[in-house]
């Protein structure tokens, strides 16, 4: 991409990550491309670089470990396989896209201090995480609509729910949510970078990407904020609505051990959806103020590092089906190992007691 900036070639403008591309106007001279950007992050805290990276090396390690896990008892277990354990391996897949799209850049950032990005790369990035963005604040809505037809018609829940429906349901949380951040990637593609290079985020955003053009960012910024209006807003109360629901159809149980039960799992739910959603909000449909920056930085940790890793707690390993899932794979596991080893010893004792046998 070229820009109107006048300038001419150095080793500087190299290690900075611009070219120069001579331009067809003479009266212009050279011009400046960016070829790379620089991941500014947590640059500023140098002495904390190795803490850092082990701190979220384990978070990365826990989430991914979590995340899979619970993919692989929703497939392997015969009882999961209901539209709303569907949905939960469906997020858990999306938390492991999501989480490894931004942590592995991030961590060799903080073993190796190379924080620069190509253009491509951050492109390409930008494009992964706001789509999977965009699609779990679907699918978070749509898993909410699942819990709103189980609690408050049952009755309708097979029909409304069925294999078919929750199917599509799904697919167009990944469809849509892909779909919408094509709008951005071809809205970027339109956009001129002539420096700085410098991104004060861990990961390529679309916001920061932005503000670095060397084109009028207001339309850009409309743009955004109707995706994150759509996207965000939109889901988070129809969410917001399905849960008010739920919770006057609680509160109309009888009994209090039921209630109490009911409260504990959708509080916990609700908590983890407003955080994540309130987040979003707060990040891409704020002004970034000098007071709001640093803030906004903490608030991308939020949702890209920690929600990630705490999805996985919330909604299914602190389930008692779940929990019980766990177990049968444990015991079966365990069964399987001693009765493997079993097999081979008396494999091995087989083969010698048994005679060779003598050529004819």
Not at 78 to 83: E, G, N, R, S
Not at 276 to 292: E, N
Not at 307 to 317: C, K
């Amino acid at each position: 991409m070229l820009c109107e900036e006048v300038t001419t070639e150095t080793p500087a403008a190299h290690r900075s990550g611009l070219e120069t591309n001579p331009m067809a106007n003479p009266e212009k001279g050279n011009q400046t491309s960016i070829t790379e950007f620089i991941l500014l992050g947590f640059g500023a805290l140098q002495e904390l670089q190795l803490l850092l990276f082990l701190l979220f090396l384990v978070i990365y390690i826990m989430t991914v470990a979590g995340n899979i896990l619970i993919i692989a008892l929703v497939v392997t277990d015969q009882h999961l396989h209901t539209p709303m354990y569907f949905f939960l391996g469906n997020l858990s897949c999306l938390e492991t896209c999501y989480t490894s799209t931004i942590l592995p850049r991030m961590l060799v950032g903080l073993l190796t201090g190379d924080r620069t990005i190509s253009f491509n790369e951050c492109v390409t990035q930008f494009y992964f995480v706001g789509s999977l963005v965009a699609t779990e604040c679907l699918l978070l809505s749509v898993m909410s609509y699942d819990r709103y037809l189980a609690i408050c018609n049952p009755l309708h829940y097979a029909t409304r729910m069925s294999h078919r429906s929750y199917l599509k349901l799904a697919g167009g949380c990944w469809i849509g949510g892909f779909l919408g951040n094509t709008i951005n990637m071809f809205s970027i593609s339109q956009l001129t970078f002539c420096g700085p290079n410098g991104i004060d985020l861990f990961f390529c955003d679309l916001i920061p990407l932005v503000k670095l053009s060397c084109n009028d960012s207001h339309l850009m910024e409309m743009v955004t904020f109707t995706l994150t209006l759509l996207f965000s807003l939109v889901p988070f109360m129809l969410t917001l609505m399905s849960y008010i629901c739920i919770i006057t159809t609680i509160l109309r149980i009888p009994s209090t051990i039921g209630r109490q039960k009911a409260f504990s799992t959708c509080s916990s739910h609700l908590i983890v959806v407003s955080i994540y959603y309130a987040t979003l909000l707060i990040v891409y449909m704020f002004p970034t103020t000098d007071i709001l920056r640093n803030f906004k930085k903490v608030l991308s940790v939020v949702y890209t590092v920690l929600t990630p890793l705490v999805n996985p707690l919330i909604y299914s390993l602190r389930n008692k089906v779940v929990q019980e899932a766990l177990r049968k794979a444990c015991r079966k596991l365990m069964l399987h190992v001693p009765l493997a080893e079993s097999h081979c010893s008396d494999s091995s004792l087989i083969d010698a007691h048994t005679p060779p046998q003598q050529e004819e």
